[in-house]
Each structure stands twice: as C-alpha cells, then as structure tokens.
C-alpha cells in the first residue's frame, strides 16, 4: 500500500493543523492506522494509532489532549488534528498502517514520505 500524507506546512505556535493521510490503490479500511514523526537528529516517535474501526485510539503522552486522531473509511483517509502546537512539534509526520501491536511497536507494514510540519515560537 502506498500512503500519501498532506496538509503540513508552517505554523505559528498555539494554531491548529490537520495531517491527512491517503493510500493509492488498495483499501486501507481493514487495517489500524497511526501517525509518527521525526524531527531532526531525533529518532522517530509515535505519536497516535487508531484501530480500523475507529472504536479505540491512543496516544503519545507528549499529544494527549492536543491531538485527534480519526479515519473515515469510506474516504479510505486518516487524519491527525494537531491543536495547540508547540515548536517542540516540529518534524517530518509520517502515516503508517497494518497491525496495531506491529504500530505500536513501530513496524507497520506500510509508511509513507511523509508531511513537515514546522511550528514557530
């Protein structure tokens, strides 16, 4: 699966974002999705995953309360509402999907390139 992410860019500190995330050809509806970054020097994080049906999510304790994540199955698309952005959450934001304990462990099955997202004191 092909994932392409959108909607990063620069953003002055405290204003909101929201990341899509939507694949090229297969459906992703049966897989659980989530969300990491990468800012420079810095190992990548995860930040958020969603089950495949969206019945339960979890979060990074650095996002919790300032970030949502969701899907809309029948768009075959994440999101990831940033809110409240800190120049702390500045990096390079990836989707990822396949199993949520592969997720949760970093090793999806498939990533994307990738949005940046740069937050300004």
């Known amino acids: 699966v092909q994932l392409q992410e959108s909607g990063g860019g620069l953003a002055p500190a405290g204003v909101s974002l929201r990341l899509s995330c939507s694949p090229f050809g297969r459906t992703c509806s049966t897989y659980a999705m989530a969300w990491f970054r990468q800012a420079p020097g810095r190992a990548r994080e995860f930040v958020a995953a969603?089950?495949?049906?969206?019945?339960?999510?979890y979060y990074a304790e650095s996002v919790k309360g300032r970030f949502t994540i969701s899907r809309d199955n029948a768009k075959n698309t994440g999101y990831l509402q940033m809110t409240s952005l800190k120049p702390e959450d500045t990096a390079v934001y990836h989707c990822?999907?396949?199993?949520?304990?592969?997720?949760?462990?970093?090793?999806?099955?498939?990533w994307g390139q990738g949005t940046q997202v740069t937050v300004s004191a």
């Open positions: 969603i089950t495949w049906s969206g019945d339960a999510t």
């Open positions: 990822a999907v396949g199993d949520l304990a592969g997720l949760q462990l970093g090793a999806p099955s498939s």
